[in-house]
Nanobody, 119 residues
């Protein structure tokens, strides 16, 4: 099992910044990919950004140039730096991890952290 604990959400004014963190812990595992998703009220959960074991990243078009995903592999931690936040970025942000345990792929989710951007 892998546990994901997110932190860093909060209330910020439009144009402000937040940095989300997600720490993965548990039994022996190897991380293939980590990602951030978000879900706004009344909307489907959407992928925000991914980072794989090699450090390659992808960001959804609406956050490119404003958000940046990164990781600290020795700490099993992934970050999401969010700059120039806009009210439409308001959502619960979820950390996701795809990991290998005993040769089997598993998907794990964090509990979510609320990000609210006021206009």
């Amino acid at each position: 099992q892998v546990q994901l604990v997110e932190s860093g959400g909060g209330l910020v004014q439009a144009g402000g910044s937040l940095r989300l963190s997600c720490v993965a812990s548990g039994s022996t595992f190897s991380i293939n990919l980590m990602a951030w998703y978000r879900q706004a009220p009344g909307k489907q959960r959407e992928l925000v950004a991914t980072i794989n074991s090699g450090g390659s990243t992808n960001h959804r078009d609406s956050v490119k140039g404003r958000f940046a995903i990164s990781k600290d592999s020795p700490k099993n931690t992934v970050y999401l730096q969010m700059d120039s936040l806009q009210p439409e970025d308001t959502a619960v942000y979820y950390c996701y991890c795809n990991a290998v345990i005993a040769g089997i792929l598993h998907d794990y989710w964090g509990q979510g952290t609320q990000v609210t951007v006021s206009s």
